[in-house]
């Protein structure tokens, strides 16, 4: 049996020592005495030289990168914009930059790499994570021509509080900022940035007085040597107080990534909470399980609970809110990083956790799903508008099922039956779309110029269903769909769009409310009264909005002109809706705009 020292206590092996330390347990007493000597060497422990920041410093701000980004579609949490961040290099030959995942983007990005000596290189996203904020960049090593680099290590097991520590990177644009800060907390739940938006869960975050803002996202947590132990990911808007992803994670994806492996991520869709031990004798937490807990792990406070099993997914009736985890596969267990490292080692196998539930322990068998199946990776263009796959991150956020066509954008066509970003569409046309490849065929066998029917429902409100009518209009855009590959580019492929509209049409009756004879002369002319919709499809020569209507008059009726003003039509660029008698609806175009006068035909 392998005998382990305090860090920094020098020991002399015995002959019964040797033969079964295994290299592996070896190599682990060796960092704790080396973590030792660095203890000494930055407390400045008489006759040792104290360290300085200086050079470290120096040396770091190298591998310290500005990143410039554009998302340039609105994809499941993310809109499009552009944006500024904070990367550092993680392996120099391989041309990997760790940053955020918020940064990387799920979402089709472009991306610069600025370097301290202004030198710029294009980045290639490589890998998100499905639920912690972090990702990985690529650039080509051989586009640096003027600086070198180093590769800053990753040593999650340095932090510690009371830790002094410096965040370095673009915080509020300033290409370079350096915060100082000390480590006050090391189990902090994680950061909520609102409903509907990405958020983390199922880890801890680290905690110090920083006072990062904008911009420093994906910063690097240092130490005085150097050494990355936290990624900044986010801050406090009305406090100084920042927080920092640990990197227990971090580090196995970005040893995958380098050597070229697929990064597994193994999930049963449920949301964990840690909570204090007071809180889980409130639970029903026996005090024997307790004892033995705390005995086994000395260091922690608390042990996990379940906040919430989605529904329809591996832990739905399997798990409660409010069933106190004990152990994972026989093994105690108090932490998020030992679960994730379970579920992520037994993805398309199952799991047994052992819970305590109110009075009595459970065990229970669960099937360990694949995290990125349920990590949207492709989206569909309609008439300006994006939808993609309901994703886990917004299931999650409202305690929904995973699944669905949710709109990221509405753009010309869905936003014309009002069904905006937030939206799950479930049926086009009477015809049911449970998912992106069923809403392709619905949109693919209707008309275009069609008016058709849209139910759906807003996830703000969830219980009050929607039925619109919506104008199918695609020739303005393309209707294609695009998809991430394993390289993570994104590829497009066209669709099978609606349908020509029809070369004749059948002559439609429409009744007029009749005005009484006493506001004549307005009773001959109320039938020649009617309704102009103007819908944009871009924002062009200077409008702010993509939506007009406004009362018209029939001038014409043979030849079908109507006359309206210049507030109702302001330029030539849309599609025109003519709605008689408050029933019929007819299709239209612009024919005539006065460049003075304010009227158009």
Known sequence: MAVFYPPGIVSQPTVTDVPFESAEIQQQQEEQQQLGRLERLAIGEPGVAMASWEPTLERAIKSIVSIKAQCVRSFDTETSGTYTATGFVVDAEAGLILSNRHVVNPAPIVAQAIFVNYEEVELEPVYRDPVHDFGVFRYDPKKLRFMQPESIRLVPQKAKVGMEIRVVGNDAGEKLSILAGTLARLDRPAPEY??????????????????????????????????????????????ASSFYLPLDRVVRAVDLVRRGLHVDRGTIQTEFEHLSY???RRLGLATDVETRMRATFPASQGMLAVRMALPSGPADGSLRAGDIVVAVNGQPLAGFAALEAELDGAVGGTVRIGVWRGTKAYDARI??????????????????????????QIARSYGIAVGGVYVASSGHTLGSGSVWRGSVVQSVGGVATPDLDAFVRAVGGLREGSRVPVRFFELAHLYRPKMMIMSVATHWHAFRMAERDAAGLWCYRSLQ??????????????????????????????????LVDFHIPYLIDGMKSTRFSG??????SRRGLVVCDRDTVPISVGDVSVTIAGSLVLGAAVDFLHPVYNFAV
């Open 497 to 530: 769009g609606p349908q020509p509209p029809p070369i004749s049409v059948a002559p439609q009756l429409a009744s007029a409310w009749q005005l009484p004879s006493s506001l004549a002369p307005g009773d001959s002319v109320w039938p020649s009264m009617v």
């Open 551 to 556: 009362p018209g008059l029939i001038v014409d």
């Open 278 to 280: 007071d809180e889980l």
């Open 367 to 392: 099937k360990v799903q694949d995290l990125h199946a349920i990590t949207p990776s492709r989206f569909v263009e309609i008439g300006g508008g994006v939808v993609n796959e309901l994703s886990y």
């Open 194 to 239: 609102g409903v509907g938006e990405y958020n983390d869960f199922n880890t801890f975050y680290l905690q110090a007085a920083s006072g990062t803002s904008g911009g420093s996202s994906g910063s690097p947590v240092l130490d005085i040597f150097g050494d990355a132990v936290a990624l900044n990911a986010g801050g406090a808007s009305k406090a």
